[in-house]
Structure formats: C-alpha cells, structure tokens
C-alpha cells in the first residue's frame, strides 16, 4: 500500500476517533409514552435503548429535550448530532442517514367503542375528524383521504391531547402504534372498554436513530450505533428492556 495511502487512512480514522471523543448530543421529545418520555423510567423504552446501544459501543451521550419539531430542525442544522425515534419518509431520507430499526411499529385505528373505524372499510373513516400529532407523516392510505379533502385533520403537541379529544368527541380517532394508543387512553384514566381498536393494522414502520448526512461523521456514528444495537439485541438485553417497560406500563395502568 503507498505510503500516501496509509497516511490518508491514518489521519481518517483518527478524525474519526476525535470526532466521535465527546458525548454524542442526542435530543428527543416528550409525551411519546411508552418509547420516550421526562417521567418516564429511564427516559421511555427506546430512550433506554438508545443509551444502552452507544454504551455498547463505547460512545459517551447527552440527551435534552425538545418539542418535537424544534428538536428535528434543530439535528438537521448540527445542533445535535442525533434524534430519535424517527419513522421512514423519502423527505427525511435526503437529508438524514437511518440506523437500523430501534422498534417495529403496528399502526392501528383507536376510536370510541361503539364506532367501527376499520382499514379496510375507507367510507368509515370518511368526512371523520382525525386526530395526528404535528410532525407526525400519516400512512399513505390516510394522506390520501386528506389530500382529497374526505378527511379533516387536527394536529396537537402529542398523542395523550389526541386520546382527550377523542374522549370529549372533539375528533373521532387517531392512528398510532398498539403500545402508544394503549398507553395514551390508559392516562386518561378512563376504562378501557369506552375506546375501540381496530381489528388489523392499518401500516407497519420502523423507528430509527437518525444522524444528518452533513454531519462529518454520520456514517461512522450509525455504523457505531448499528454495533452497539445488535449486540444488544444477541445477548437479550434489547428484548429484556422492552419486556420491563411493558410490565411497568401494565403497573401503572388505573
């Protein structure tokens, strides 16, 4: 190998190591029970998750909290070197490089018991009052529907609003993942036979840690973090976290 060569590899890994030397800044946002969130036990099941899979990797972290929105924007213009947990969308794909999947989500449709909402009955969802937090991208099923006009969308801060609105019958339902539609009627404190979920998902996604592609070292810090992930997933700690933070929302269920 030339000599250039061995210098030029050299100097990149050191870059590397120097880059990566201070703690990784992470930012995530609140009231996204049970995978992130301030009260939660270790900051939410994929926060946890997160931490565990850079410790593996011998990567140092902070996190601070933002509102959602900020806290993505915020990422992209290097503030922060990472956020999480991110679905796909061919937008955020330009402009950030994905880890692999942290969790998959099943989305189901959450309405009052009582009123059938089913994804393979589109009429019951039309002229409906959707209720999908902001910054949130709806499955294409449901973006349709919205860009023909034959569904309304209302967009709080996060779930557990949507969960109220729902019980107030200010909207008619919302789309999220079992464990967080589960989680955010439970803080209602209502029971649960007042809501209805639907018999079969309406999508599947994955959520991610995401790192800008401007970044100078956002391909070292995923393939870091995609390390540190599968030897969480090998030796069951990834499965054990998830399976603690389901027995703790169960405990803490009204």
């Known amino acids: 190998m030339p000599a250039r060569t061995l210098i030029c590899l050299f100097l990149s890994l050191a870059l590397c190591t120097s880059a990566l030397a201070a703690p990784l800044r992470l930012v995530t946002g609140d009231d996204y029970a049970p995978f992130t969130g301030k009260a939660l036990p270790a900051g939410g099941m994929l926060t946890q998750v997160v931490r565990a899979a850079l410790q593996r990797s011998s990567i140092d972290s902070s996190l601070d909290w933002q509102p959602w929105n ?5 990422t992209l213009r290097g503030q922060y070197d990472a956020t999480f947990p991110y679905v796909r969308t061919p937008q955020r794909e330009e402009v950030f490089l994905y880890s692999e999947p942290l969790f998959i989500a099943e989305q189901h ?6 009123e059938v909402i089913e994804v393979d009955d589109v009429s019951s969802m039309q002229g409906r009052r959707l209720c999908y937090p902001l910054g949130w991208q709806p499955p294409p099923i449901i973006q349709q529907l919205l ?15 949507c969960a109220r609105l729902l019980l107030m019958d200010r ?53 870091q973090f995609n390390q540190g992930l599968a030897q969480l997933r090998a030796n069951g700690d990834y499965q054990r976290m998830l399976d603690r933070h389901q027995q703790q929302g169960e405990s803490a269920t009204p």
Not at 209 to 221: C, F, K, M, N, T
């Open 70 to 74: 900020r806290g993505y924007l915020k």
């Open 109 to 114: 449709i959450f309405s009052r018991a009582g």
């Open 147 to 161: 860009d023909d006009g034959q569904l309304n969308r209302h967009s709080p801060a996060g779930l557990n609003e």
């Open 171 to 223: 909207d008619d339902f919302f789309i999220s993942d079992r464990r967080l539609g589960e989680t955010a009627l439970q803080l209602t404190g209502v029971p649960s036979e007042r809501f209805r979920r639907s018999n079969s998902a309406i999508s599947s996604s994955t959520l991610h840690l995401i790192v800008p592609r401007s970044h100078p070292q956002a391909a070292v810090i995923i393939a």
